[in-house]
T-cell receptor, first 113, second 114 residues
């Protein structure tokens, strides 16, 4: 079943602009992760934020987490054509038994040159 | 390390045939996951292993699906008999530990059942 729901489903911006994607989830989580998938390829891990963290940075990426609203956002600053891909949030439940990731349906990001 | 290796990359088969997908995880990773990706359902966890032992197979859609991990460097996902609705991209992923560890994905196997 889908846990995360990304918003928007598709986003097209000009190179150099910032891109913001949002993710909502339903259950209590241990951590939330963001992955990127280029067309026809496997998923690549971008960043992980734990449930007790509110914000995390990695290069041009900034992730926020609001556990009270069960939501997260991924900001990509100064976008590049190479950032064109689908972006997925994925959660690990805090229930203790599940170790697999539950993915949202993703945001398809297109960077116009 | 070469990363997670999956084979074949593409598989086209007829309905009713047996299909076997293969995965070699990253050396030293204790966890191995099988996911399926379709347009309709997105990415779904099928089953995962810890130290070669299946932990949770609640995502396996039917008895037609089975997975094994005979050793730390090899896993298979078998569909018998295959059906058109099994058409999807199947990903294998591995990680060092549970929960708070990133998962490393293979390139996937695109399965088409006609």
């Amino acid at each position: 079943s889908q846990q995360g729901e990304e918003d928007p489903q598709a986003l097209s911006i000009q190179e150099g602009e910032n891109a913001t994607m949002n993710c909502s989830y339903k259950t209590s989580i241990n951590n939330l992760q963001w992955y990127r998938q280029n067309s026809g390829r496997g998923l690549v891990h971008l960043i992980l934020i734990r449930s007790n963290e509110r914000e995390k940075h990695s290069g041009r990426l900034r992730v926020t987490l609001d556990t009270s609203k069960k939501s997260s956002s991924l900001l990509i600053t100064a976008s590049r054509a190479a950032d064109t891909a689908s972006y997925f949030c994925a959660t690990v439940d805090s229930g203790g038994g599940a170790d697999g990731l539950t993915f949202g349906k993703g945001t398809h990001l297109i960077i116009q040159p | 390390d070469a990363g997670v290796i999956q084979s074949p990359r593409h598989e086209v088969t007829e309905m009713g045939q047996e299909v076997t997908l293969r995965c070699k995880p990253i050396s030293g990773h204790d966890y191995l996951f099988w996911y399926r990706q379709t347009m309709m359902r997105g990415l779904e966890l099928l089953i995962y292993f810890n130290n070669n032992v299946p932990i949770d197979d609640s995502g396996m859609p039917e008895d037609r699906f089975s997975a094994k991990m005979p050793n730390a460097s090899f896993s298979t996902l078998k569909i018998q008999p295959s059906e058109p609705r099994d058409s999807a991209v199947y990903f294998c992923a591995s990680s060092l530990g549970r929960g708070a560890y990133e998962q490393y994905f293979g390139p996937g196997t695109r399965l088409t059942v006609t």
